[in-house]
T-cell receptor, first 115, second 114 residues
Framework: ETGVTQTPRHLVMGMTNKKSLKCEQHLGHNAMYWYKQSAKKPLELMFVYNFKEQTENNSVPSRFSPECPNSSHLFLHLHTLQPEDSALYLC??????????????FGPGTRLTVT | AQTVTQSQPEMSVQEAETVTLSCTYDTSESDYYLFWYKQPPSRQMILVIRQEAYKQQNATENRFSVNFQKAAKSFSLKISDSQLGDAAMYFCASTNSGNTPLVFGKGTRLSVIA
């Protein structure tokens, strides 16, 4: 248990569906991240939020829409996905700030399958 | 920009033996942080060990230790007395600060042979 939870753990959706992934951290951190992990590919950073503000969008297609209503919650809204978007989506958090502790703590991931 | 390179896609070790996983990195920053993460079959990413670049002493966590060679930009992970539960993907990662994302290597898959 890392203090970061993700729901759902598994999701199967069609290309025309709209769904959302949820991440919650109970560590008092101020920075949250979405990563995509595909088979046989390196971990890909998608979005970064610091103090609820998006500070990085790593050229992610607009069919992925993040939302960070507060420092403890992070969502990833999905719509009109493609089969190649099937992957493990990992959420992470860190203390953030210029002098915080820099390690990230990860949730268990959501295994997404797009049919 | 930072880069992290893991040149060993797969490694194997006999139970109770010692294994070393390699990692090299490149950064123009003088202040940075290095990490090893473990991802077992459950896919949960777990922090194994961290090293601050300004510290000369190599970090140690129980059976896990690092060999940090700052001039060579090398950061290897040594696992002593390997156990079956150590079988996992191991990722080396680096960051400059708490505001910048981690940069990950491609990972090394470690198998432990009973």
């Amino acid at each position: 248990e890392t203090g970061v939870t993700q729901t759902p753990r598994h999701l199967v959706m069609g290309m025309t569906n709209k769904k959302s992934l949820k991440c919650e951290q109970h560590l008092g951190h101020n920075a949250m991240y979405w990563y995509k992990q595909s088979a046989k590919k390196p971990l890909e950073l998608m979005f970064v939020y610091n103090f609820k503000e998006q500070t990085e969008n790593n050229s992610v297609p607009s069919r992925f829409s993040p939302e960070c209503p507060n420092s403890s919650h992070l969502f990833l809204h999905l719509h009109t996905l493609q089969p190649e978007d099937s992957a493990l989506y990992l959420c992470a958090s860190s203390q953030g700030g210029s002098r915080g502790s820099y390690e990230q703590y990860f949730g268990p991931g959501t295994r997404l399958t797009v049919t | 920009a930072q880069t992290v390179t893991q040149s060993q896609p797969e490694m194997s070790v006999q139970e109770a033996e010692t294994v070393t996983l390699s990692c090299t990195y490149d950064t123009s920053e003088s202040d940075y942080y290095l990490f090893w993460y473990k991802q077992p079959p459950s896919r949960q990413m777990i922090l194994v060990i961290r090293q601050e670049a300004y510290k000369q002493q190599n970090a140690t966590e129980n059976r896990f230790s690092v060999n940090f060679q700052k001039a060579a930009k090398s950061f290897s992970l040594k696992i002593s007395d390997s156990q079956l539960g150590d079988a996992a993907m191991y990722f080396c990662a680096s960051t400059n600060s708490g505001n910048t994302p981690l940069v990950f290597g491609k990972g090394t898959r470690l198998s432990v042979i009973a």
